[in-house]
Antibody, heavy 118, light 112 residues
């Protein structure tokens, strides 16, 4: 059974880069037709799609975040990663990694809270 | 990408049926048959209930059903149970400058 686990700093300073990793277990990161994605949820608010990547490296980003986001996949480490540059308090959120079709995600990590604060 | 529009809250009594709407545009819901619905309990990750407008993943109760008409999608929960109390989110495939996904703002379901 596919499982995902997010990891990374829980506190990031304003203007710095948020970096998170999602470790995959119980399945292959090289599943050709499935997408690995990141979704976030500010405290008390709704879900926001950040972007997705295929194992081949093809990426798709939310236009509102595109200038600051990089998603990459490391097949040797069975991980995929999120980098978000120049963070502000508005980027404080629970960040989820997920897997599934481009538009629907069946498997989710438990989520990790990232707070942007000095 | 503008968020899809959902009612902030709905409520129903055990055993009743409720419907949650999700309004979009021709660039998302109306343009593609790629609408999904998620259930989220407090402090938990979202759970996929419906994909491709009407399809349920294995293991999801058939009390959950969904449909789409024009630019609006709907989720119906029949035979309400206390455990259905949660937040529900719709999402849709969208194409603006590129392919993407847009979520609704979420609906809080209260089981009275």
């Amino acid at each position: 059974q596919l499982q995902l686990q997010e990891s990374g700093p829980g506190l990031v300073k304003p203007s710095e880069t948020l970096s998170l990793t999602c470790t995959v277990s119980g399945g292959s990161i090289s599943s050709g037709s499935y997408y690995w994605g990141w979704i976030r949820q500010p405290p008390g608010k709704g879900l926001e799609w950040i972007g997705s990547i295929l194992y081949s490296g093809t990426t798709y980003y939310n236009p509102s975040l595109k200038s600051r986001v990089t998603i990459s996949v490391d097949t040797s480490k069975i991980q995929f990663s999120l980098k978000l540059d120049s963070v502000t308090a508005a980027d404080t959120a629970v960040y989820y990694c997920a897997n599934g079709l481009f538009d629907s995600k069946r498997t989710w990590g438990q989520g990790t809270l990232v707070t942007v604060s000095s | 990408q503008s968020a899809l529009t959902q009612p902030a809250s709905v409520s129903g009594s055990p055993g009743q049926s409720i419907t949650i709407s999700c309004a979009g545009t021709g660039s998302d819901i109306g343009g593609y048959d790629y609408v999904s619905w998620y259930q989220q309990h407090p402090g938990k990750a979202p759970k996929l209930l419906i994909y491709d407008v009407t399809n349920r993943p294995s293991g999801v109760s058939n009390r959950f059903s969904a449909s789409k008409s024009g630019n609006t999608a709907s989720l119906t929960i029949s035979g309400l149970q206390a455990e259905d109390e949660a937040d529900y989110y719709c999402s849709s495939y969208t194409v603006t400058t590129t392919r993407g996904v847009v979520f609704g703002g979420g609906t809080k379901l209260t089981v009275l």
